[in-house]
């Protein structure tokens, strides 16, 4: 079990520390904000479709080599971000960046499950990676180091695996497209893509909001960070609770949060409400990978498609944020915080 905490945590890290700059870096290549935002929706059109891909692959051929794949590929695509040197090179690598990261998250997950079906603790590695990458994406500031830090951590995450890491047997013979997993999960499914679209219209733009409200780089590495040491403790006792009322439970403090995002005028009234966000999310994202690893047995399926409607969610988002910020940065934690309550409307089977 330790060596997929540490790549849940390693990876993590790695790619926190260049996501959070990376509409700041689009900014100083010259794109502005709907380019911004086609950026982030083309990166996340990539996730969507590699781990829908990878983690249907994972359940019929198994997952180790798709898990030493996608680690390797993702070290050299971080590392190439030296290279970018305008718009059009950014968004192939991104497109690429994308593609690499949904890879192997699925097939890890599940091989995490199937030892161990608490999986909080797991999830809680992942968000103490986020932490300690939003800060030192503060601290080193300098993108091109930051791009040589994260693959190093690709790297050797990549060799952790290929040392560490057994091929499963696990193996589940039915055809590639099965469609009554979408049909069998379709309330969970949905309920999370609507709150998170609406997430990431305001993640889209969020370093520049925190611009604007007075903070610097090294400012918007902390709050970043704020939020996911908040999931970290936050996950590791949630691990327990009912999967149906977590669920609950996220979107109803997501809803919360988002309102008062809109409503901070400096960048220290965003500090409190980054706890407020962590637990909203740990509840949320905890509870959905819970029940469906509880209801299905196709394990990295079922997570695949989750994450898949990251993915996808990365495409809707940033459209309709990049819409309500024509009105405001407000405007987009509102309209998020609507999202998110027609996806509280959403009744989830016990």
Not at 61 to 79: D, M, N
Not at 161 to 185: G, M, S
Not at 320 to 347: D, E, N, R, T
Request: with cysteine.
């Amino acid at each position: 079990m330790a060596t997929f905490y540490f790549i849940q945590f390693a990876t993590n890290v790695a790619f926190v520390s260049v996501l959070i700059f990376i509409p700041l870096i689009a900014k100083d290549c010259g794109a502005n904000s709907a380019t911004i935002g086609a950026l982030v929706a083309a990166y996340n059109g990539m996730l969507f479709l590699s781990s829908a891909l990878f983690g249907r692959l994972a359940d019929l051929k198994g997952g180790k080599v798709f898990i030493l794949i996608g680690l390797f590929f993702s070290a050299v695509v971080f590392f190439s971000h030296r290279f970018v040197f305008n718009v059009p090179s950014l968004f192939l690598i991104r497109c690429l960046a994308g593609f690499a990261i949904g890879m192997f998250p699925a097939a890890i997950l599940a091989a995490v499950y199937r030892r161990n079906s608490n999986i909080g603790a797991f999830t809680a590695s992942g968000s103490l990676g986020w932490t300690v990458g939003s800060i030192v994406a503060g601290v080193i500031a300098v993108y091109k180091n930051l791009f040589l830090f994260s693959a190093i951590c690709f790297f050797v995450s990549f060799f952790v695996a290929l040392l560490f890491l057994k091929q499963e047997n696990v193996r589940i013979k039915q055809p590639f497209f099965d469609t009554a997993l979408f049909k069998k999960n379709w309330r969970i499914y949905l309920s999370f893509f609507l709150r998170h679209s609406g997430a990431f219209g305001i993640w889209t733009i969020f370093p520049l909001f925190l611009s604007q409200l007075g903070a610097n780089k090294l400012w918007i590495g902390i709050i970043y960070g704020l939020n996911s040491l908040g999931q970290f403790f936050f996950m590791i006792y949630l691990g327990k609770v009912k999967s149906t009322k977590l669920i609950q439970m996220g979107l109803y403090f997501s809803i919360a949060t988002f309102i008062a995002f809109g409503l901070c005028h400096t960048y220290k009234q965003i500090l409190p409400f980054q706890l407020l966000l962590a637990f909203s999310w740990s509840c949320l994202y905890l509870g959905c990978l819970k029940y469906l690893m509880e209801h299905n047995k196709e394990h990295s399926s079922v997570a695949g498609i989750f994450n898949s409607l990251t993915g996808l969610a990365g495409i809707v988002g940033p459209l309709i944020g990049g819409l309500a910020g024509i009105l405001g940065y407000p405007m987009v934690m509102f309209v998020a915080a609507l999202m998110s309550i027609a996806g509280a409307f959403i009744k989830i089977n016990p």
